[in-house]
């Protein structure tokens, strides 16, 4: 079955940049029938999508977001990666990576979410 592992540093300074990557076993994810996102949930409030790449290796953002993301992908490791700069406080969330079938309009696969702490 298809798995999703967020990786990263779980604490980033004010004003660097927050650097995850979901690397992908059990499918690719170059398949066509699905694009790839990030999503996170500061404390106490709801899910944020920040962004998606598909098998095109188009990306695509949350116009709040896109100024100052990225999204990514390395298909020799099955991984794509987040990157967020000028991270401040308000960053602070737990982030995972999902997947996204294109005739649903619902995520099936998702990571089990990784900590990130925007602090000094």
């Known amino acids: 079955q298809v798995q999703l592992q967020e990786s990263g540093p779980g604490l980033v300074k004010p004003s660097q940049t927050l650097s995850l990557t979901c690397t992908v076993s059990?499918?690719?994810?170059?398949?066509?029938?699905?694009?790839w996102a990030w999503i996170r949930q500061p404390p106490g409030k709801a899910l944020e999508w920040m962004g998606g790449?598909?098998?095109?290796?188009?990306?695509y953002y949350s116009p709040s977001l896109k100024s100052r993301t990225s999204i990514s992908r390395d298909t020799s490791k099955n991984q794509f990666s987040l990157h967020l700069n000028s991270v401040t406080p308000d960053d602070t969330a737990v982030y995972f990576c999902a997947r996204r079938p294109h005739l649903l309009a619902a995520y099936d696969v998702w990571g089990q979410g990784t900590q990130v702490t925007v602090s000094p």
């Open positions: 790449i598909n098998s095109a290796d188009a990306s």
């Open positions: 059990g499918g690719s994810i170059t398949t066509t029938d699905y694009a």
